[in-house]
């Protein structure tokens, strides 16, 4: 298909297509002459991903391209292009305390969890919970071990349902998952607090659902 | 203190608090004199609140606004204002087919949540699975309802763990453990899926912790 085509299929205007490819972002097309290439279905693909992870997932474009280029590396390991996409979904700011990583590494060694000594995460785990002591509300150690349960279910979930396809389609999957399975959960744990509060302060303007 | 001791004890430099001022979001201190004011504790705590709300949380200033403006609100019932601060930590595009709004609806009618009819997280969350439906990676439904459980989890665990002290407290607490709770929820889903792909895949460089 021409760009026009291209730029139909994904509701993507041509002048960011044209963008997008300039920037590596989007592999070339076939070239047809000198000034016009023809694209194909793994082009609509690639823009309707990198679409998602802007809009949706909220990454910028520097991000995606790191999210991109972990999923285009063929020679890694699955398990190493997990980590690769997980950092690639890192905020800019990085820093904990010693208490707090501390902390961090005493938990999953309770629950034995096989996560890298060096794994990003770790840190911003540590990180948010900084966060919270700054303000004056320290997780209570058992909501965060609440979270903990209902993050192993989730994580387990996941990886439990990644496609067994081919490599590419794996990857892609799992940094799709990652990257927009956050706000669903987000948005699920917040009507879950609604429907937790109605119950406990028996909300008289909140109706059951029908 | 004057202004100078708040900002020591904040990390917050003066020019950021006489800003944070001049827009209303902080309260003005007692006025000593025609240029000079004295603050006090509820200074420190809300300007923390402020901080962690931006830098952990994300937020932009008008949010805050909006988040404190419902922190402050007195009159309001408390379930209420659970669903203010919901509102306003709520991102600005906000669109969902009709057709993942009725899979939101069913979903949480089957679940017999109490959710507001017209709450917003019913259109995020539909609006962050067509987000999902787009990239060409629907969400299976055995994958959605291991999150709803999660999230039930979770939700059930912020609301039980609320203080139980004055309204201003429980106010800030829903607040702050919701904003501040996400990024911790996050990276230990994160922490899972990487345990979870550990054993999946059993890959030799991750070592258990010690």
Chains 1, 2 share one sequence.
Do not use: F
Request: glycine share 6%; net charge negative.
């Amino acid at each position: 298909m021409w760009i026009a085509e291209l730029s139909r299929q994904t509701d993507v205007p041509v002048a960011t297509i044209k963008y997008y490819l300039r920037e590596g972002l989007l592999p070339a097309g076939e070239a047809v002459g000198a000034t016009r290439a023809r694209y194909d279905e793994s082009h609509v693909r690639r823009l309707r991903l990198i679409r998602a992870l802007v809009e949706a997932g909220g990454l910028t474009l520097a991000r995606v391209r790191d999210v991109l280029s972990a999923v285009d590396e063929e020679s890694r390991e699955l398990h190493d292009v997990l980590g690769a996409a997980h950092g690639a979904l890192r905020p800019d700011k990085l820093e904990a305390t010693d208490e707090s990583l501390a902390r961090v590494n005493e938990l999953l060694a309770d629950h034995g969890w096989r996560v890298d000594e060096d794994s990003l995460d770790r840190v911003l785990l540590a990180s948010a919970l900084d966060a919270l002591d700054r303000v004056g509300h320290p997780l209570d150690p058992l909501l965060l071990d609440s979270y903990l349960m209902a993050a192993e279910q989730v994580g387990d979930a996941d990886v439990a349902h990644l496609p067994t396809g081919t490599r590419a389609e794996t990857v892609e999957a799992t940094v799709v998952i990652t990257a927009l399975g956050a706000p669903v959960l987000l948005a699920l744990r917040r009507l879950a607090q609604q429907n937790a509060s109605a119950h406990r302060y028996n909300a008289v303007r909140t109706r059951p659902c029908l």
